[in-house]
């Protein structure tokens, strides 16, 4: 059975996976399809599940890893529940985006690009976000708030 001490694993899902390798296997595109389903039924791809994933597909590890690095949708570490997204592109920056960061990093103890201890949030930052003319913009989940202030993001955070 896979197990990983991150990720949401049992044994039902093995079989889960073994039931979806040995449907796409000999499929083209097959790597990307198993890979996806194995991030949705694991909730990420570490490692170790990368390699049962090889092993199982016959294939080499290193062309299994740079599918997954090579995908942003593709994650190695578990993700949190919402992602918070901050715009550090031009406008935002110049207009506070900095700060929101760093408060969010002081927050919720967490530097980009990672997941909170309690698997609430993940936070990490990106380009334009389309709200140039509002910012400094971010974005939880798929949803864009703008203008935003550190009292603000304490207040939006507390409605998640
Ligand atoms: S630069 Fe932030 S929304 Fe465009």
Redesign the pocket.
């Given at each position: 059975m896979y197990s990983h001490p991150h990720c949401d694993t049992d044994e039902n899902k093995y079989s889960a996976l073994n039931n979806i390798i040995d449907l796409y296997k000999d499929k083209e595109g097959s790597l990307i399809q198993i890979l996806h389903a194995a991030q949705k039924i694991y909730g990420c791809l570490p490692l170790d599940l990368q390699q049962i994933i090889a092993g199982k597909l016959a294939v080499p590890l290193s062309k299994v890893s740079g599918v997954v690095s090579f995908y942003s949708f593709f994650s190695v570490q578990p993700r949190g529940l919402h992602t918070i997204r901050v715009?550090m592109?031009?406008?935002?920056y110049v207009r506070g985006?900095k700060k929101i960061v760093e408060h969010l990093m002081k927050t919720l103890d967490v530097e980009p690009g990672g997941t909170t201890a309690d698997g609430r949030f993940t936070f990490e930052v990106a380009r334009?976000?389309?709200?140039?003319g509002l910012?400094?913009?971010i974005m939880i989940d798929d949803v864009v708030y703008k203008q935003m202030t550190p009292t603000k993001v304490n207040e939006l955070l507390s409605k998640f």
């Open positions: 715009c592109g031009t406008a935002c985006g334009c976000i389309g709200s140039c910012a400094p913009a």
